[in-house]
T-cell receptor, first 111, second 115 residues
Framework: QKEVEQNSGPLSVPEGAIASLNCTYS??????FFWYRQYSGKSPELIMS????GDKEDGRFTAQLNKASQYVSLLIRDSQPSDSATYLC???????????FGTGTRLQVFP | GAVVSQHPSWVICKSGTSVKIECRSL??????MFWYRQFPKQSLMLMAT?????????EQGVEKDKFLINHASLTLSTLTVTSAHPEDSSFYIC???????????FGPGTRLLVL
């Protein structure tokens, strides 16, 4: 059973701090990794994708991938209350079209 | 780019009726579309994967005769919940991906309430 694990949270951080969200996956041959944000009552929206080991930055967001450790993370710099949402980690399943989603980490940014 | 729409955004129906939900990719051709269901405070649950012109592939435990999926064109997939019951009340979300791309773009979702 291919799995994607996330801490459900909530992760509470003060405004302006760095929020660090973590995700581990079980399938060693996974090649593609995604972070989605889901506000309460809304559908997920894509934040970033990452395919190679290392860091990928996009504005205040940085995705980090370590395939040897089967670990992917998302850093949010200068966290804002508007970043409060559930963050879903998704991993491309080898040889299928499907993404395997984690259960999400709820982030709360307080003023 | 990569905009996916869903219609209707919400629907209330009586038990026993059928409900059709449309999912459209507005600015790209979606070779593959996915249908998810999400109950309150729970994670996304994949129901089925559909490829244009082919029969949908359903996940284990999802009744294909109850949840009819049609993907007749590269921009449109439909999900029909047949003989809906209160336990089918949920948030139904579609997503779409382009040819040879794994990135999924989600529609805004459809809230179904069966009375």
């Amino acid at each position: 059973q291919k799995e994607v694990e996330q801490n459900s949270g909530p992760l509470s951080v003060p405004e302006g701090a760095i929020a660090s969200l973590n995700c581990t996956y079980s399938d060693r041959v996974s090649q593609s990794f995604f972070w989605y944000r889901q506000y309460s009552g809304k559908s997920p929206e894509l934040i970033m994708s990452i395919y190679s080991n290392g860091d990928k930055e996009d504005g205040r967001f940085t995705a980090q991938l370590n395939k040897a450790s089967q670990y992917v993370s998302l850093l949010i710099r200068d966290s804002q209350p508007s970043d409060s949402a559930t963050y879903l980690c998704a991993v491309g399943s080898y040889n299928t079209d499907k993404l395997i989603f984690g259960t999400g980490t709820r982030l709360q940014v307080f003023p | 780019g990569a905009v996916v729409s869903q219609h209707p955004s919400w629907v209330i129906c009586k038990s026993g009726t059928s409900v059709k939900i449309e999912c459209r990719s507005l600015d790209f051709q979606a070779t593959t579309m996915f249908w998810y269901r999400q109950f309150p405070k729970q994670s996304l649950m994949l129901m089925a994967t559909s490829n244009e012109g082919s029969k949908a592939t359903y996940e284990q435990g999802v009744e294909k005769d109850k949840f009819l999926i049609n993907h007749a064109s590269l921009t449109l997939s439909t999900l029909t919940v047949t003989s809906a019951h209160p336990e089918d009340s949920s948030f139904y979300i579609c997503s779409a991906s382009q040819t040879n791309q794994e990135t999924q773009y989600f529609g805004p979702g459809t809230r179904l309430l069966v009375l």
